[in-house]
């Protein structure tokens, strides 16, 4: 079955138009390269079958002949070398999307999104395998992610990776060698990754998607250069640039600091996409005016972090007022809200910049954050607290920030179990895994009545209760009377 595997696999990238008709023998030859083999005899065609179905029959075939380890990440690696082999040069992807960018940015990003799908780079399959839902919440509608594919992360461990020694090729998983690289077993292979070229604030950097795609057209933005995350005026710059090429996108920044950052901190970039999140959808209540920016639109969204928007036709004037908010941020303390812009020379204030397009303006959504810590909160005072890391425990990123959960793996097991044990009014305190979630099955038993029929839907809801709240723990200016003052206080500094 190898020589028919092989041509259906030749025959789906010529139906993508990964590869040309000149190309079939070349392309055969290439993937008997791959696997180890020196000849071939290309069998009648038979029906199209998925991606999916192809790849798993080859890497078996490959496994039980030695050509391939047992294991999903030596599977991997095999897999994308093979989809590599049949992936367009780097210049050649550029050519295509900048002609299509003569069409419209719209037509240039559409063909390059179905493009990374289609040589498996973004794999289809296993994002089809995510939870999503939505909750509603009094701050809109959450969207809610079980990520399946990603391990969670420590926060402690994402903070000793930005200083920890680079010494590996690629630096990270981020750099621009990732394109084309063959992997290894701790370094996923990319030899089906293809990048765009841009040039932001007069910087060289590459435009990518997401392969673990959260959201439509889950874009990254990146340095061409492995130096760390840094939020200064050169950041607005960038946004704006991004803007002007791709007005149909958001582009955001994860914060600079740990805890308060993402998971990469290394490396500069960015992440956006075509996807409209419940942040960008929550209003104004609020609205303040900065002295000498009065053409500047601005306030206080309602939303559980503490979040400035302004907007402007003129971008200038936006990078003006974002640097200068920035910079009174960075170095503002207010002790009556518990909010110290450093202990022992160590910074804590920072931001968490997201930028878009609407209605023809610049709009620009800063988010203050600070990563200040304490005995009672180790982890961060301003991060999601103990009581809540049953759900969440990792660093609230850009992603999070804007109203999208990304929640780790082990919840799709576990919410499953929980459901099952509160229908049947078992002990859950007495089980391993379960009791975590214990205190919060004790005070959802009190509210509902739950059956086999609601039990997993009532939990989805309250997991969206709980991420909102996740969100306010985050918010360095809480949402009660005393809060909005001490919010009000700052606004007032920056004048």
């Known amino acids: 079955m190898i020589d028919q595997n092989i041509a259906e696999l030749i025959q789906y990238a010529l139906s993508k138009g990964l590869i040309g008709p000149d190309d079939q023998t070349w392309a055969a030859n290439q993937l008997l390269s791959a696997l180890g083999l020196d000849r071939w005899e290309a069998p009648s065609a038979g029906p199209a079958r998925p991606l999916e179905d192809i790849l798993r029959d080859i890497l078996d075939w490959a496994v039980e002949n030695g050509r391939c380890e047992p294991g999903v990440a030596s599977r991997d690696i095999l897999d994308t070398e093979l989809m590599g082999r049949l992936t367009p040069r780097p210049s050649a992807v550029r050519r295509v999307f900048w002609a299509k960018y003569m069409q419209s940015p719209e037509a240039a990003t559409d063909w390059y999104y179905a493009f990374s ?7 289809r ?159 104004v209540e609020t609205a303040v005016s900065f002295p000498g920016y009065e053409d500047v639109e ?49 910074p804590h204030n920072t931001i968490t910049p ?78 391993e895994t379960l009791s975590k979630h214990a205190p919060w099955a004790d005070s959802l038993r009190e509210k509902y009545a739950f059956t086999a029929e609601n039990a997993l839907s009532i939990l989805q809801d309250e997991v969206g209760k709980v991420f909102a709240k996740v969100l306010e723990h985050a918010g360095v200016y809480k949402r009660t009377d005393a809060g909005q003052a001490a919010f009000l206080r700052f606004v007032e500094s920056v004048g």
């Open 125 to 283: 399959y296993r994002i089809a395998r995510d939870m999503k839902w939505v909750s509603p919440t009094e701050y809109g509608d959450l969207d809610i992610t079980v990520n399946l594919s990603k391990p969670e992360k420590d926060p402690r461990a994402i903070a000793a990776a930005k200083n920890a020694p680079q010494n590996a090729y690629p630096a990270c998983q981020l750099c621009a060698e990732n394109e084309g690289y063959r992997g290894r077993l701790d370094h996923p292979a990319r030899q089906n990754h293809r990048m765009i070229s841009l040039t932001l604030d007069e910087q060289s950097w590459f435009f990518q998607y997401s392969p673990y795609v959260y959201y439509n057209e889950h874009c990254i933005v990146l340095n061409s250069q492995h130096i760390p995350m840094k939020i200064d005026r050169s950041t607005f710059r960038k946004q704006m640039d991004f803007l002007r090429i791709f007005p149909h996108y958001f582009i955001g920044s994860n914060a600079d600091l740990p805890i308060v950052g993402g998971s990469i901190l290394s490396h500069d970039h960015f992440q956006g996409g075509r996807y409209t999140f419940a942040m960008a959808k929550a209003p």
């Open 117 to 123: 799908q289609d040589t498996d780079y973004i794999r």
């Open 354 to 431: 997201i930028a878009r397009m609407r209605e023809e303006q610049f709009e620009l959504d800063l988010v203050l954050r600070n990563n200040r810590t304490s005995e009672e909160y180790p982890l961060g005072i301003f991060h999601p607290h103990q009581e809540l890391h049953h759900i969440k425990k990792e660093n609230i990123g850009l992603i999070e920030v804007m109203g999208l959960a990304v929640l780790p793996a082990r919840l799709k097991t576990e919410l499953a179990a929980l459901a099952d044990a509160l229908v049947k009014g078992a002990d859950i305190h007495a089980d």
């Open 298 to 346: 601005a306030g206080i969204v309602k939303w559980p972090m503490s979040v400035i928007r302004i907007r402007c036709a003129d971008p200038d004037r936006l990078i003006d007022l974002a640097d200068r908010i920035l910079l009174a941020w960075r170095g503002y303390s207010d002790p009556a809200a518990d909010i110290y812009a450093e202990t022992n020379g160590e």
